[in-house]
């Protein structure tokens, strides 16, 4: 069965600390691996994919296959990145996004 | 930079009732979809369109649901009889194409209460 799971609900750390924001996920194929940001009172937006290799706002995720993860990490935590988290994949035959159930990151000042 | 815009933000209803979440996915894309999110849990899929049908749907998506593009720019999810354990957030999205590597963008939401 397809899942994403994100063992942490909440995951509180001191500005300046590093971050890294579990995920690990059950697939069969060969899925698409994303993480979702949500900020207060906004929407749901892309924060990064794996295909993409690229570090946005200083975030980086590297897929990890035999270990079936996509460990969202950052060196330096900032206020701003206090937000709900998100792991998703996409199914390689399906456009649907199948999600986990959210960090909430807390950056403490 | 266009949005995909949902209406209203907040939906209170009597259980029993039929609602209509509305959806104006941006406006080139062809592949449009629901999800929710209960309070405190995961945001789900229901269901996806294409073409002026359903691609596919989950099993949450039943038959007090149903999804329709009437003029070819709203996308709206109906509940014919709401029920207590449909409270939840809305999320519309759509994407320019049904494939792997095309973002779909999300709406911010429709929040559906019902009492």
């Known amino acids: 069965a397809q899942r994403v799971t994100q063992p942490e609900k909440l995951l509180s750390v001191f500005k300046g600390a590093p971050v890294e924001l579990k995920c690990n996920y059950s697939?069969?194929?060969?899925?698409?691996l994303f993480w979702y940001v949500q900020y207060s009172r906004q929407r749901l937006q892309l924060l990064l994919r794996?295909?993409s290799r690229e570090s946005i706002k200083g975030f980086t995720a590297d897929l990890n296959k035999g270990e079936t993860s996509f460990h969202l990490k950052k060196p330096f935590a900032q206020e701003e990145d206090s937000a709900m988290y998100y792991c998703?994949?996409?199914?390689?035959?399906?456009?649907?996004?199948?999600f986990g159930s959210g960090t909430r990151l807390s950056i403490r000042p | 930079e266009p949005e995909v815009t949902q209406t209203p933000s907040h939906q209170v209803t009597q259980m029993g009732q039929e609602v209509i979440l509305r959806c104006v996915p941006i406006s080139n894309h062809l592949y449009f979809y629901w999800y929710r999110q209960i309070l405190g849990q995961k945001v789900e899929f229901l269901v996806s369109f294409y073409n002026n049908e359903i691609s596919e749907k989950s099993e949450i998506f039943d038959d007090q649901f149903s999804v329709e593009r009437p003029d070819g720019s709203n996308f709206t999810l109906k509940i014919r009889s709401t029920k207590l354990e449909d409270s939840a957030m809305y999320f519309c999205?759509?994407?320019?194409?049904?494939?792997?590597?095309?973002?779909?963008?999300f709406g911010p939401g429709t929040r559906l209460t019902v009492l």
């Open positions: 794996h295909i």
């Open positions: 999205a759509s994407n320019l194409a049904g494939e792997l590597y095309n973002e779909q963008f």
């Open positions: 697939y069969s194929g060969s899925p698409e």
């Open positions: 998703a994949l996409r199914d390689s035959s399906a456009s649907k996004i199948i």
